[in-house]
């Protein structure tokens, strides 16, 4: 399985397109049995293709926690200006609970950013699902809890900032 999974990664990144879709296709009906796949297709949502978009985000939504170790690859892709790409960087990462400390400033950046609503409320998100690790973003939490123009993103960042307190005590 381990070696159709990497063949299937390697034909995601290819120069067809077909082949592309095909191989995102092929993820998406692998479920959470793809989880290694997971950050090649956090890449592949932002492809030009649309097969090869709606197959990676179906396969993003059900391959569950990407592989502990993938948090500092998908604390890059946060910084993606293509919002699919850091959207679900971000939800990866929140996936990846108290495993992703290490992405907590990548992580209160793109809270900050203003390049697109869903990338912040999925921070929002993914820091509160972090819990006690990301106490260091309880400023940008707190910031973005009083936004008064984006109730989601300020009752994110509530329950966000409430899940790392009560965590920790």
């Known amino acids: ?25 092929a993820l998406a009906r692998l479920e959470t049995s793809a989880s290694e796949a997971a950050v090649p297709l956090v890449r ?19 391959v569950g926690r990407p592989p ?5 690859e998908l604390a890059k892709l946060l910084a993606d200006s293509r919002p699919d790409v850091a959207y679900w960087a971000a939800t990866l ?10 992405a907590v400033p990548a992580l209160a950046a793109a809270l900050k950013a203003t390049s697109g609503t869903s990338v912040q409320e999925r921070a929002a998100w993914a820091l509160g699902k ?16 009083a936004v008064k123009d984006q109730p989601r ?3 994110l960042a509530a329950e966000a900032l409430k899940n790392i307190d009560s965590s920790s005590g």
């Open 130 to 145: 972090v819990g006690p690790p990301a106490s260091a973003a309880k400023t940008a939490l707190t910031k973005a809890a």
């Open 1 to 25: 399985m381990a070696d159709d999974i990497t063949k299937l990664i390697e034909q995601l990144g290819g120069a067809d397109a077909t082949e592309r879709a095909a191989a995102a296709e």
């Open 68 to 72: 502990a170790g993938s948090a500092a």
């Open 93 to 102: 990462l929140g996936r990846l609970g108290a495993n992703a400390a290490s």
């Open 44 to 62: 592949a949502a932002a492809d030009g293709d649309e097969a090869t978009h709606d197959w990676a985000v179906a396969a993003l939504e059900g």
């Open 153 to 155: 993103l300020a009752r």
